[in-house]
């Protein structure tokens, strides 16, 4: 099994994982992960949904415990639904208010390679366990990249519009959906394209 050396500070089994992944055969031509800073962003569409859920969570259990405690006559039904009718927006609420800092532990656990044969996503679990996506071939020819000012960007292999099986995946930024988040995007996709796709 090839051994990876690279100045990049990657996690012991987050290292592990792409040694694992890398074949014998295979040349190792790149290897990045996603910047925390920007994979962890918090979007105005998180934080206006998000707070909004929340705040509607919040103010509907205030409001049923204060009816609830003005009013003697409620069935004991009634004292026990109305309240439970906001954990689910505070919930979820809280869950998109969450979803960056998630995104940014995500990052530490996500490494991408680009191989002579192949470009690799490789997202390691808390659990150890990898979720590997590898892209290449025909794969590559719907290849989409978005560019920062400053030279970073997304590398998309699967484009942004398609619906993953997965519903958690969904997001525009699920590093298994290309190389998100990373440095130097156009001189990453020049790689891949010189790498991988037929002249």
Same mark, same amino acid.
């Given at each position: $099994?090839?051994?990876?050396?690279?100045?990049? =500070?990657? +996690?012991?089994?987050?290292?592990?994982?792409?040694?694992?992944?890398? @074949?014998?055969?295979?040349?190792? /031509?790149?290897?990045?992960?996603? @910047?925390?800073?920007?994979?962890?962003?918090?979007?105005?569409?998180?934080?206006?949904?998000?707070? %909004?859920?929340? &705040?509607?969570?919040?103010?509907?259990?205030?409001? !049923?415990?204060? /009816?609830?405690? +003005?009013?003697?006559?409620?069935?004991?039904? *009634?004292?026990?639904?109305?309240?439970?009718?906001? &954990?689910p927006f505070v919930l979820l609420g809280a869950l998109?208010?969450?979803?960056?800092? @998630?995104?940014?532990?995500? !990052?530490?656990? %996500? *490494?991408?390679?680009?191989?002579?044969?192949? *470009?690799?996503?490789?997202? &390691?679990?808390?659990?150890?366990?990898?979720? &590997?996506?590898?892209?290449?071939? !025909?794969?590559?020819?719907?290849?989409?990249?978005?560019?920062?000012? #400053?030279? !970073?960007?997304?590398?998309?292999?699967?484009?942004?519009?398609?619906?993953?099986?997965?519903?958690?995946?969904?997001?525009?930024? =699920?590093?298994?959906?290309?190389? $998100?988040?990373? #440095?130097?995007? *156009? %001189?990453?996709?020049?790689?891949? @394209?010189? +790498?991988? %796709?037929?002249?």
């Amino acid at each position: $099994m090839p051994t990876v050396s690279t100045p990049l =500070d990657l +996690a012991p089994d987050v290292r592990a994982g792409v040694e694992r992944e890398l @074949r014998d055969d295979e040349t190792l /031509i790149w290897l990045g992960t996603p @910047r925390a800073d920007l994979l962890g962003r918090v979007t105005p569409g998180e934080l206006v949904i998000g707070m %909004t859920m929340f &705040v509607v969570g919040v103010a509907w259990l205030v409001m !049923s415990l204060l /009816i609830l405690q +003005a009013r003697q006559n409620i069935s004991a039904a *009634a004292s026990v639904v109305f309240p439970l009718i906001a &954990v689910p927006f505070v919930l979820l609420g809280a869950l998109i208010l969450t979803g960056p800092r @998630r995104r940014r532990r995500l !990052s530490r656990r %996500t *490494a991408y390679m680009l191989t002579d044969r192949r *470009a690799v996503g490789i997202v &390691v679990t808390g659990r150890g366990e990898a979720d &590997v996506r590898h892209w290449s071939g !025909s794969a590559l020819d719907t290849m989409q990249r978005t560019e920062h000012a #400053d030279g !970073s960007g997304d590398l998309y292999f699967e484009p942004p519009g398609e619906r993953p099986e997965d519903p958690a995946r969904a997001t525009q930024r =699920d590093p298994r959906r290309g190389f $998100m988040c990373i #440095d130097e995007v *156009a %001189t990453v996709e020049r790689l891949v @394209r010189d +790498a991988l %796709t037929p002249p």
